[in-house]
């Protein structure tokens, strides 16, 4: 049932395939990134590296708190988006857990993911078998090792679902209503509830601090209505 559901959720984008691991394949492990600070510091680092070659200015006056939020941001779509596609698709939740997951180091686009065994099967929905026990997992180690807030965490983690929503919607309009519902159950109670509001659009109650990299402006959901001045 697994692979069936998540083969076709792969079929909405990048951003909701889950890999089949293979040895030497250069698969790591996703819980590296909660128990080792200098892996999460290099991915931090490359992107601050990349944004500064972007943005036109030395690597120093890009923000290490910023960025690292921005790669949060990145990975919990990668972490939302399949499990939340096979939700709304076929109304199963995978049985994923952090030690079955693993991912490539890339630049840009998607992580690179992949699964390997399953969990055991339980019957609870996306809070219970990916918010909390994989999701957490790293959200605590973004804010420990960066002073990052966790109220700006699951912001991005409630954006990075309301991201998936959009995209799932435009490949299949025919799911656009019940998957819109799930979502507005996430929001309402449960690990995510108070990061946002879906009306005609989603509105997050928190910023990802995006704005902090310089000349990026404001996301399109972000709380602010605009960038605030530098002091």
Known sequence: MDDAALDLAAE?????????????AGWRPLRELVERPDVLAERVMAAREMLAERSR????????????SIVFLGLAARLVSPAFACAALTDHVPNLSLD??????TLGGPWPMARSASAPTTPQGLDEKILQPIVTPVLDAFAREFALSEQVLWGNVASSLAGALTMLTAARPDKAESATALVQDLLASGTLQGTGDLGTSFRRHSCCLFYRVPDAGICGDCVLDEAPTPA
């Open 57 to 68: 200015v030395p690597v120093e006056e890009i923000e290490e708190r910023a960025t690292a």
């Open 100 to 105: 079955a997951l693993w991912w490539k180091p």
């Open 12 to 24: 909405v984008g990048p951003f909701f395939v889950l890999d089949r691991w293979t040895a030497d």
